[in-house]
C-alpha cells in the first residue's frame, strides 16, 4: 500500500505540473560544476554553480538522466553527469596523496582549502582509469548522431584538451567539492544531458536492455521486470549512496531461488516512480519532511490540500508561529465547500529509519484530512496549560521530544517512544507509556518542572484518563484547588514548602533540590519532616504572609489526613502537575494585603494538624 501511494503520488505530481518532479528516466540531482566546451570539443569555462557560503556551499538542483545503482565491485557510470572521478579520473586518493605531499614541505599551512590550492596545478585529469574508461564507454553507445554536444564530450575527455581545465581558477574549487559535474556547448542554455534528442537516445538505450516480463504488484498490469530499484536517499543517518525499501541481497531473503526484484515483482516504470516521489519528498529543502528523532518523516495527499502546507510547521519548530493559528487553519477545514473535500482528501505519514540491511518502516499511517486535522486539535487541546509569560504556548514536537532526553539533546531521545508517539497523536490512540518514564525520569535527575513537561504530562494523563475512565480527576489548563488526588495535592503542597523556604533564607539548596525525588515517590518519608521546618520558614515572614501560606497549607491538606508511603507513577505525574501549577500560581498572582498583618499566629496549627512533634533546622 505505502508504494502504490507513492505512485500515485507521482503521477499527480506530474499530471498536475511535469516540472515540479522529474519525468520518467530522469533525476533531480545537485550540480555543482558545469565545464563549457565548443562544438569541436575545446575546453572553453569551467562554471561554479554552487551557492552559499563556507562548507554550507550547494548545487543547483538540476534535471539530468536517472542515475545508475552502484553497489558491490565494478565502475558504472552515469550518463554524462557523475562525481570528478569518473568524469576527469581524479580520486579522492589521489587528491589525498597531493596535499599529503604539499603538507610536508609546508607544515606551517593548516587550511585544508590552501593546501589544495598549493597543490592544484599538480593534479591533472587522468584518461584510462576504470571510472573514466566506464563513463567515455557509456558516451560511445549512444546514437552517434543524437546531438553534437556529446561528440564534442567524447572528444574533450578522448583528447589532450582536459589537461588546460587544471589551469582554470575553479580548478582547486571542484577539487575541494564532493559534488556532481557535467557539461554544456557553449552559447546554450541547456545542458548536453537535458537536450531532448540526446534524452531520447539515453531512454532508448535503456529501453533496450533485456528485462523479464512480469506482473507489476504496485500498478496491477504486465510490465517489464525492475531486477533492482532506484536508491531512496536523504533518510537522516543513513548511507550517502542511499538506500531500499524493496532489497533481496542475500540468500535468507530470497523464495524459490529467484534472483533480486523476481522475489517482489514490480515493474520499471513504477519502480521510478516511487523512488522517485519518496527522493522529492526527502529532499533538503522539502516543506513535507520533518525529522522526528532518528526517524525522517515525510507526508502527502491524495489530493490538493492545505494540510501538506500546514502539517510540517505543526511539528517544526518555528517561532513564527503560535497555537492559535494553527488551531484556526485546522478548524477551517471543517466549513464551507472545503469541508467536503477534507473529508473524503486521503492524507499519509511516513517514518523511514536508516539500517544496515534496509530501510526501516518506523510507522505508516493513513486518514482522511479532516480526521487528522480532528486529532492534531485534540492534540493541542492536551498540551494547553498555563505558561510563564515569557514561554511561547506553542510547543514544536522536536521540543516536546527534548524534554524526555537526557541534556535535552535530539541524539538522547527514545526513538522508538517518538515513533509512537506520532502513532498516537495521529490515530488518538495512546501515549507509550515510557513517554511518562521518560518524562518523570528528567524531572528527578534534573529537579525542573517546565512548561513542555508540564504539557506532556497533562497531554498523557488526560488522554489515560479518556480512554480508560476510572475515578482519576482530570487535569485543568490552571490550578485545580479542587482536584482532592494526593499526587496533585502533596505536589501543590511541596510547592508552597518551597516558596516558604525561597521567602525566608537564602539556602544554596532549596528543599527541591534535596528533596523532590523522595517527596513524589514516598511521601511519608519526607513531608513530616518538611511540616516541622515549615513554621521556622515562615516564622521569618511579615506576618500578612504567615498567615497567606499557612492557610494555603491548611487548605491543601484539608482533605489529606495522612501521607502515603508510595505513590504509583501516574500519581507522581499529578505530583508534577500539581507543583508546577502551584508554582505558576503563586508567581502570577499578587498578594492582596492582609487585614491581620499585624495579629499574631500560631505557626504550629499545621503541626497540631498531623501531630508533628519537635524542633528542625533549616
Not at 491538606?557 to 505525574?573: C, I, S
Request: charged letters at 25%.
Amino acid at each position: 500500500m505505502i508504494l502504490q501511494e507513492l505512485d500515485r503520488y507521482y503521477q499527480r505530481k506530474s499530471s498536475m505540473d511535469p516540472t515540479s518532479i522529474a519525468p520518467e528516466g530522469l533525476e533531480d540531482k545537485e550540480i555543482s560544476f558545469v565545464i563549457v566546451l565548443d562544438k569541436q570539443g575545446n575546453f572553453v569555462d569551467l562554471q561554479d554553480l554552487r551557492e552559499g557560503e563556507g562548507r554550507k556551499k550547494r548545487g543547483k538542483m538540476m534535471t539530468v538522466p536517472a542515475s545508475v545503482k552502484r553497489s558491490g565491485t565494478g565502475a558504472r557510470a552515469n550518463f554524462l553527469w557523475d562525481k570528478l572521478e569518473y568524469v576527469l579520473g581524479v580520486s579522492s586518493e589521489d587528491i589525498a596523496q597531493a596535499v599529503k605531499s604539499v603538507k610536508s614541505l609546508n607544515p606551517h599551512v593548516e587550511d585544508d582549502s590552501e593546501l589544495v590550492n598549493l597543490c592544484a596545478p599538480t593534479i591533472l585529469p587522468k584518461k584510462g582509469t576504470e571510472k573514466s574508461q566506464a563513463f567515455i564507454e557509456k558516451l560511445r553507445v549512444l546514437e552517434p548522431n543524437s546531438h553534437p554536444g556529446v561528440k564534442s564530450v567524447v572528444t574533450f575527455l578522448s583528447g589532450d584538451g582536459a589537461h588546460k581545465i587544471s589551469k582554470h581558477l575553479n580548478w582547486p574549487h571542484l577539487l575541494s567539492s564532493s559534488g556532481n559535474l557535467t557539461f554544456r556547448l557553449q552559447g546554450e542554455a541547456e545542458l548536453v544531458c537535458q537536450n531532448s534528442a540526446v534524452l531520447t537516445s539515453i531512454l532508448n538505450q535503456k529501453a533496450g536492455e533485456d528485462s523479464e516480463t512480469i506482473f507489476c504488484l504496485i500498478r496491477g498490469r504486465q510490465d517489464q521486470l525492475a531486477k533492482t530499484h532506484p536508491s531512496i536517499k536523504g533518510i537522516s543517518g543513513g548511507q550517502t549512496s542511499g538506500g531500499n525499501i524493496v532489497s533481496f541481497n542475500t540468500p535468507a531473503f530470497r523464495s524459490q531461488g529467484k534472483e533480486q526484484g523476481a522475489n517482489a515483482t514490480v515493474g520499471k516504470p513504477a519502480a521510478f516512480s516511487y523512488t522517485t516521489a519518496l527522493n522529492h519528498l526527502l529532499r533538503s529543502d522539502s516543506r513535507q519532511r520533518i525529522q522526528i528523532a532518528d526517524t525522517s518523516t515525510v507526508f502527502w495527499a491524495s489530493d490538493t490540500t492545505a494540510m501538506e502546507d500546514c502539517f510540517g510547521e505543526i511539528f517544526e519548530d518555528n517561532p513564527d508561529i503560535d497555537t492559535q493559528s494553527i488551531r484556526a487553519a485546522l478548524t477551517s477545514m471543517f466549513r464551507g465547500e472545503q469541508a467536503a473535500k477534507e473529508s473524503t482528501t486521503r492524507f499519509f505519514v511516513l517514518g523511514l529509519s536508516p539500517n544496515a540491511a534496509r530501510i526501516a518502516i518506523r510507522f505508516w499511517h493513513t486518514a482522511t484530512v479532516a480526521e487528522i486535522a480532528e486529532k492534531l486539535s485534540v492534540y493541542f487541546e492536551e498540551l494547553r496549560i498555563i505558561h510563564p509569560p515569557k514561554s511561547s504556548q506553542f510547543l514544536s514536537f522536536r521540543r516536546l521530544l527534548n524534554a524526555t532526553a537526557a541534556l535535552g539533546k535530539s541524539e538522547n531521545v527514545n526513538p522508538r517512544m517518538a515513533g509512537e508517539m506520532m502513532r498516537a497523536i495521529l490515530s488518538g490512540g495512546s501515549y507509550p507509556r515510557s513517554l511518562l518514564d521518560s518524562i518523570l525520569v528528567r524531572i528527578r535527575a534534573e529537579h525542573e518542572v517546565d512548561h513542555p513537561r508540564a504539557a506532556l504530562l497533562k497531554a498523557w494523563l488526560n488522554r489515560q484518563q479518556r480512554l480508560f475512565p476510572n475515578h482519576d480527576q482530570e487535569i485543568h489548563v490552571a490550578l485545580d484547588p479542587e482536584n482532592t488526588n494526593p499526587g496533585y495535592r502533596l505536589g501543590r503542597l511541596f510547592a508552597v514548602l518551597e516558596k516558604a523556604q525561597e521567602e525566608a533564607v537564602s539556602a544554596n539548596a532549596t528543599i527541591r533540590d534535596r528533596y523532590y525525588g523522595a517527596a513524589s515517590s514516598t511521601p511519608a518519608s519526607v513531608f513530616p519532616i518538611l511540616l516541622k521546618t515549615f513554621p521556622h520558614h515562615i516564622g521569618k515572614l511579615p506576618d500578612g504572609r504567615k498567615i497567606n501560606l499557612d492557610k494555603l497549607v491548611q487548605n491543601i491538606l484539608l482533605e489529606l489526613r495522612e501521607f502515603p508511603r508510595l505513590l504509583r507513577v501516574e500519581d507522581q505525574g499529578r505530583f508534577a502537575l500539581g507543583y508546577y501549577h502551584q508554582r505558576q500560581e503563586m508567581f502570577t498572582s499578587k498578594v492582596k494585603p492582609n487585614p491581620l498583618e499585624h495579629s499574631e499566629i500560631a505557626p504550629k496549627s499545621v503541626q497540631n494538624q498531623f501531630n508533628l512533634q519537635g524542633e528542625s533546622n533549616d
